[in-house]
């Protein structure tokens, strides 16, 4: 089972950069990758999702801000958010899952807060 590892978060002001990156313990080549966040007080929710061969899907709130692409070279995944708002704060889970479209593996999730 692939171990997923998140890490790039931090204090940003409103209209700010940030990219995080998931670190995989083991080959991503086949696996569909997702970034998730959860808002203080709310349920964890899509924010961008990237297939095998580098398709994508965002949420509506972050189309045009956020972009999601893969290394499979480095098993790793990355969000570059840009034009950040407050409302974008919350925890950032990376996930996987397989070709059948079942998550294997979440990771610890990192913390973004952008002020306004």
């Known amino acids: 089972q692939v171990q997923l590892v998140e890490s790039g978060g931090g204090l940003v002001q409103a209209g700010g950069s940030l990219r995080l990156s998931c670190a995989a313990s083991?080959?991503?080549?086949?696996?569909?990758m997702g970034w998730y966040r959860q808002p203080p007080g709310k349920q964890r929710e899509l924010v961008a999702l990237?297939?095998?061969?580098?398709?994508?899907n965002y949420a509506d709130s972050v189309k045009g801000r956020f972009t999601i692409s893969r290394d499979n070279a480095k098993n790793t995944v990355y969000l570059q958010m840009n034009s950040l708002k407050p409302e974008d704060t919350a925890v950032y889970y990376c996930?996987?899952?397989?070709?059948?479209?079942?998550?294997?593996?979440w990771g610890q999730g990192t913390q973004v807060t952008v002020s306004s």
């Open positions: 083991g080959s991503i080549f086949e696996l569909y």
């Open positions: 990237i297939a095998t061969r580098g398709s994508t």
């Open positions: 996930n996987a899952e397989n070709r059948f479209r079942t998550v294997i593996s």
